[in-house]
């Protein structure tokens, strides 16, 4: 019993850490089509300002955590106007933006080791104490981290289906050219995106720093897993990543306590490559790529 | 001047100055970075045919390219076979594996390809990375895929002892000589009834079916003359270094070489060529800035696409159809 | 050459060398009695003004390894500064030069090696650690007759050598192999139960290791000997990189509690998160972990977790009077977080080259075999007392003896140290082995007696 | 005559380099019908979105209200209450009807209640399948949920691109009849339709429009008149 509970646990942590990660990625696979390579940089930065705003700026935690989403949104409103606008003028636009954001993460990344150093720190913004459930601890930090994530998903959710923007941002995602014709500034629409992605890639960044501690390569993991995430769910699909999200922790925790830990990474992959021949466009995912 | 010529033409000018080089600059750096620079330049250029022409966004080149090199060192290591042999065994293993990999993209479009081929190319690396039983303990402990250490010790096309202390020139010329025959194929490919095939599929997929041209069978096709050269690429990447570990599966020379081909120009034939050329240079060039050589190589990745989205190749396409 | 960094004078020495052996202070005088003072000797008075010598070092100073590979940087700089201010060697200045190995796969390592090779026409290659088999870059040090010192701790460099010593004549393992951890635990475990200070409650022990190299010797060497010793290998589990969430495999132990846990993954903010998440509920087992302890971040991220945890090292800075002080240079120099344990890898390689050179006239540019034989001829027969402790390399397998478990006087090993946290706030004590250990083993606090 | 709503003036437009639309002049007068009919493929679809702001007007000017519009972004067309019906149905797919008549008054929300009465009257399908998501409808209902969504927008000139196209004649009856009826109430109406017959004589004003120029314009019943134009040009 102990161990179901502790598997579960474990799988709900994990399972959230990915979740966190993962709803800013989709959130931009589904409006623009890009596949945000810089977002396992910006997640890791969002760690840092934290951080540094806490231990060398004396800032609040609360407040941090908006600095934190402030500097990444902004980030993510540089990578609008430097590379998303000016590459959706041109051809091959889902390669094209592929490569430059992978070049965008890469000086993000260098910039963090010549900025914070390449040693791991523990991140300051986090929860002390745990809940004992049975004889499994769990620390209360891993339960607010899924609270996070599910807070977060329901604020997306909220935002996209009942406000008027969120409409527009999902108009957008399905038809450009019918979204202009309905008055929507899609080049608004865009930088809107990437901001919020960005914040809540700066949020992700500071929770899953809080159990993994901050280096500067540390977004690398999730940013991966959270691309698993998404394939599995549907490329762009926000409720769907979360759930697959949860589901995939769950599996991992599982397959490392039966299999061993080992093989956990490969049996993800592996469920990866099944589920895209078995549905090409995920399990929750419609023929044409559509979100929501 | 017809395209083909113009292609001829260009190829030839190449390789003289190629085949002069070590003449010219006989130090040993400019010559090693040379054959890294052809092994490098095979891949770009078969991938391209993959990514370019046919349209499919595979990101699994370089677990084909381990392929190669993986099979090339097992057999050796294994079985003991010939390095001779052994490479074109490893080029026609990589094609099995590079058709399978084909199939299962098959009904998968753009980014889902790329994510499914990484997924596939990520599960090699694992399972090869993770495995730390000994499946034989000669040498020390050695895992069935040599785990993270690699696989060393398989045997050598033998021109190291033909030249003990120039054999690094032989390997440039070895490398030129596939590279040559890789750029080959690949004007074949792009100039001929598969090009066209795709060409037709891509601007009229309705008409080219109606035709006959059947994605299914081109794509496999495509997948299969690419995984060829690859695995010989991969093969010949085994013996210079005498060493094949997981980190040909790392992630970052996996995005160099595509950076390669996305700045040189997509699709085209000699724009990887020239994609690769320009990457390493600047690579080479950033090392002078020491600590901000990532922060430089990833400032030129982004401006390059964002400047010259088609390729260096499209721009001076344009460039020189408005000169005239 | 515009790579090489520049090199500052070092401020333990001001001014001219005269004034350095003057109104040194501290930190020189105890420079200067140990064996450097046999290389400044021997520069006889000569002044570092020479045809600068190139030396290179390619460690991993980004991605994950990145701590160390900074510190390893620093520890050549270090070292190289040091060397000069003494005259050199035999008056030509050394100038390093860095490669990056980032992920440290043998490809990348073979590559950064020959560039330096190529590209500076180096001398000697003075490396901390690059992950990988351990047996690559060894090819380019015989290929151009040069001299190659590193610290990857791994047994595979002495199969290497072994295999054919006339080939790999002048590569050096600067510390033992990874081999020596495994035996030198179980000899640790035996020693605290015949002083009496633990006993252990069964016969159990969970090995957790990661996929390596390095990790998984270790843990296979302690699985191998394991029965000798009386012990039996209750969990044997390999975790994957990065390992933050352990509820999976804490389970499994608290399933079954073992006396011991020994884990030989080693990345510091992994293991810190084991830490705290075994002290949630802990077990009644001595927890030892490998590396990462010793880096200062581990407890930073641990905090009151980390009290009780033992690690050790067959190759760190002693808490002795060379190695103090050659922490307070280090850390004046590079910061107070510096990790001095990592800098003083190749600080002592470096030192270990550049003396075995002196000693044979100089040093050979690539390709000069014979020079560089006299080098390795020389490098072999010395025994060198640095920060590490000794280096005396064993005959045709060139890596370091370590003490005790492969020789049983401490002034001809190098020291297979043994250390616990037992406040965090501080460094950790050096418990083992006599005659250099400066506190005792404290009973971790989640052991009741 | 009513006055001018919306004028093209020698207005070229096309896309990357290729001139599609060469000097087009033309006007939708305030409560009129206007319809552009030609064969597929010669710039009538081109004409609304280079209207619409869609594709760039390279010379020539197009006014609204006297006030020159060509240099806006889409948007700023919109927000002037220049709404376009997409070709095909351009619906939200993955929206409910709702949604998708919510997303027509995107850019002009007052009185947004009264809109959706008036759109759920005229078209009271739409109100049955509110909640229904706009990929499960029939072409038909598809179609109607285009035209209620421009409605949503308040605009002052209504924009619809092939309207029928594609759809079974008597739901093709059932779309102009409801077009006919906004004719009726006063709206302005700038139709595109490929079967001239089918909109003849309800057109106030129809112009010709083959390979990217004005071939012919007259009123609505002129061209059955013209049995030489309709053949030559539209091939009846």
């Known amino acids: ?292 | 001047m017809t395209s083909i010529r113009r292609d001829i033409l260009i190829g030839l000018v190449c390789l003289a100055l190629a085949v002069a080089l070590p003449f010219a600059m006989p130090g040993r750096y400019v010559i090693t970075q040379s054959t890294l620079f052809f092994i490098w330049a095979i891949v770009v250029v078969q991938w391209n045919l993959v990514l370019g022409i046919g349209g499919i966004f595979s990101l699994a080149q370089m677990a084909l390219f381990a392929t190669g090199a993986y099979a090339t060192a097992m057999l050796g290591f294994y079985w003991k076979v010939p390095m001779l042999a052994a490479i074109p065994m490893a080029g026609v293993i990589t094609v099995a594996v590079g058709m399978l990999i084909g199939l299962a993209c098959l009904r998968l479009r753009g980014p889902y390809v790329a994510l499914l081929t990484l997924a596939i190319a990520q599960v090699m690396y694992v399972l090869i990375v993770n495995d730390t039983d000994c499946f034989t303990t000669t040498g020390g402990c050695m895992p069935l895929f040599g785990g993270v250490r690699g696989i060393g010790q398989f045997g050598d096309i033998g021109l190291r002892a033909l030249f003990p202390s120039k054999w690094y020139v032989a390997h440039y010329y070895v490398g030129l000589a596939l590279l040559a025959v890789a750029v080959t194929i690949s004007i074949i490919v792009i100039r001929g009834p598969l090009g066209l095939a795709f060409r037709a599929l891509r601007d009229n997929p309705g008409y080219a079916m109606s035709r006959g041209i059947s994605r299914f069978k081109y794509q496999l096709w495509i997948f299969a003359v690419s995984a060829f050269f690859t695995g010989i690429a991969g093969g010949f990447y085994a013996i210079h270094f005498r060493v094949v570990g997981p980190t040909v599966f790392s992630f970052s020379t996996l995005l160099f070489l595509i950076a390669m081909i996305v700045i040189g120009g997509l699709g085209s034939i000699w724009g990887p060529l020239l994609g690769a050329a320009v990457l390493m240079l600047a690579d080479e060039g950033m090392r002078e800035l020491s600590d901000y050589r990532n922060i430089g190589l990833g400032l030129l990745l982004a401006v390059f696409v964002i400047a010259w989205p088609n390729g260096l190749n499209g721009w001076l396409q344009r460039s020189r159809a408005s000169r005239n | 050459m515009k790579r090489s960094s520049k090199l500052t004078t070092p401020n333990v020495i001001a001014g001219s060398r005269r004034n350095f052996l003057i109104k040194g202070g501290l930190a020189t005088a105890a420079t200067l009695t140990g064996m450097p003072a046999m290389l400044f000797s021997m520069n006889n008075e000569a002044r570092a003004e020479g045809d600068p010598i190139p030396v290179g070092q390619c460690g991993p100073t980004t991605d994950f390894a990145a701590p160390d590979g900074i510190e390893f940087k620093n520890g050549l700089t270090l070292a190289c500064e040091e060397i000069n201010a003494l005259g050199g060697i035999l008056g030509r200045p050394l100038e390093p030069s860095f490669e990056d190995t980032a992920q440290m796969g043998d490809a990348t390592n073979v590559q950064a090696a020959q560039r330096l090779v190529d590209r500076h026409g180096v001398h000697a290659i003075l490396n901390g650690y690059n992950i990988g088999s351990g047996a690559a870059i060894q090819e380019v040090a015989a290929d151009n007759g040069i001299i190659y010192v590193h610290y990857d701790t791994t047994i595979g460099h002495n199969n290497l050598v072994k295999s054919n010593p006339d080939r790999y004549w002048g590569s050096f393992q600067g510390d033992p192999a990874e081999y020596w951890y495994g035996p030198g635990f179980l000899k640790f475990l035996q020693g605290l139960e015949e002083n009496g200070e633990w006993k252990r409650k069964n016969n159990k022990m969970a090995v957790i290791l990661s996929a390596g190299v390095y990790a998984s010797n270790i843990a296979n060497a302690v699985k191998e000997q394991a029965k000798s010793y009386g012990w039996d290998i209750s969990l044997f589990e390999t975790v994957s990189v990065p390992a933050s969430e352990w509820g999976p495999t804490l389970a499994k132990i608290r399933q079954d509690p073992p006396a011991v846990i020994c884990i030989t993954h080693f990345l510091p903010a992994d293991l810190g998160q084991f830490a705290l998440q075994f002290a949630s509920n802990p077990t009644p087992s001595l927890v030892y972990m490998q590396y990462g302890p010793s880096i200062p971040a581990f407890r930073d991220i641990a905090k009151q977790a980390a009290n009780g945890i033992i690690y050790a090292t067959v190759v760190g800075a002693l808490q002795d009077e060379i190695g103090t002080a050659f922490e307070k240079r280090y850390k004046e120099k590079f910061g107070p977080n510096a990790g001095h344990n990592s800098g003083a890898q190749p600080y002592d390689g470096a030192y270990v080259w550049a003396t075995a050179a002196a000693l044979a006239g100089g040093t050979g540019e690539p390709g000069n075999n014979d020079q560089n034989r006299k080098v390795a001829a020389r490098m072999s027969s010395m025994i060198w007392r640095g920060v590490t402790g000794t280096t005396r390399f064993m005959p045709l397998e060139n890596a370091a003896y370590t003490y005790p478990t492969q020789v049983n006087d401490s002034s001809l090993g190098m020291p297979h140290q043994f250390l616990q946290i037992q406040d965090y706030t501080k460094g950790p004590g050096l418990i083992a082995p006599a005659p250099y250990g400066t506190t005792k083993f404290m009973m971790p606090p989640w052991i009741k007696a | 005559m009513a006055e001018a709503t919306l004028e093209i003036v020698d207005a070229s437009a096309g896309y990357a380099g290729r001139i599609v639309l060469d000097a087009i002049k033309l006007s939708a007068r305030k409560g009129e019908l206007t319809a552009i009919v030609g064969p597929n493929g010669h710039g009538k679809s081109t004409l609304l979105k280079a209207i619409s702001g869609l594709v760039p007007v390279t010379s020539g000017e197009i006014y609204l209200d006297g006030l020159r519009i060509d240099r806006l972004r889409p948007d700023q067309i919109v927000e002037r209450g220049v709404i376009q019906v997409p070709q095909g149905d351009l619906l939200f797919p993955a929206m409910t009807v709702h949604e998708n008549l919510l997303m027509g008054a995107y850019a002009n929300s007052d009185g947004l209640a009264e809109r959706l009465d008036f759109v759920f009257t005229l078209l009271p399908k739409l109100k049955e399948r509110r909640n229904q998501t706009a990929g499960t409808l029939s072409g038909g209902e598809r179609r109607m949920c285009g035209i209620g969504r421009g409605l949503m927008a308040g605009g002052e000139v209504l924009m619809l691109d092939e309207p029928s196209l594609g759809l079974a004649p008597i739901v093709i009856e059932q779309i102009y009849e409801v077009i006919f009826n906004l004719r009726r109430e006063g709206r302005t109406i700038l139709l595109v339709e490929e079967n001239a017959e089918r909109i003849a004589e309800h057109a106030d004003m129809i112009h010709l429009l083959d390979n990217g120029r004005i071939a012919w314009s007259g009123l609505g019943a002129e061209l059955m008149a013209r049995p030489e134009i309709v053949e030559t040009y539209l091939g009846v």
Request: with cysteine.
């Open chain 1, 1 to 292: 019993m102990d161990v179901l509970i502790q598997i579960v646990a474990s799988g709900l942590t994990l399972g959230a850490m990915y979740a966190v990660a993962t709803i800013g990625l989709s959130l931009v696979y589904g409006s623009l089509n890009m596949l945000n390579m810089a977002h396992g940089a910006i997640l890791t930065l969002g760690g840092y300002i934290c951080y540094a705003a806490i231990v060398h700026a004396g800032l609040h935690p609360a407040l941090a955590l908006l600095a934190a989403a402030f500097v990444c949104a902004l980030v993510g409103l540089m990578i609008y106007f430097s590379a998303a606008l000016p590459l959706l003028r041109a051809e091959n636009f889902e390669t094209n933006i592929f490569i430059a954001t992978i070049g965008i993460g890469s000086v993000i990344e260098n910039l963090m080791l010549k900025g914070f150093g390449p040693y791991p720190i523990p991140q300051p913004l986090a929860v002390d104490g745990q809940v004992v459930i049975g004889n499994v601890h769990i620390p209360l930090q891993n339960v607010f981290i899924l609270g996070v994530a599910i807070v977060l998903m329901v604020g997306v959710a909220i935002l996209l289906q009942r406000t008027s923007a969120g409409r527009a941002i999902r108009a957008t995602s399905m038809n450009r050219e019918a979204a202009q014709l309905m008055g929507v500034r899609v080049g608004r629409i865009y930088a809107q995106v990437l901001a919020l992605s960005g914040a809540l890639a700066a949020v992700s960044g500071i929770m899953i720093s809080s159990i993994a501690t901050l280096t500067p390569v540390m977004g690398g993991d999730p940013m991966l897993k959270a691309f698993i995430v998404c394939v599995v769910a549907g490329l762009g699909n926000v409720y769907g990543a979360v759930v697959a999200a949860i589901a995939l922790g769950l599996l991992e925790a599982a397959t490392q306590y039966v299999l061993g830990v080992r093989w956990s990474f490969a049996t993800l992959l592996l469920l990866v490559i099944l589920v895209l021949i078995w549905r090409p466009y995920g399990l929750f995912g419609k023929q044409q790529v559509v979100r929501l």
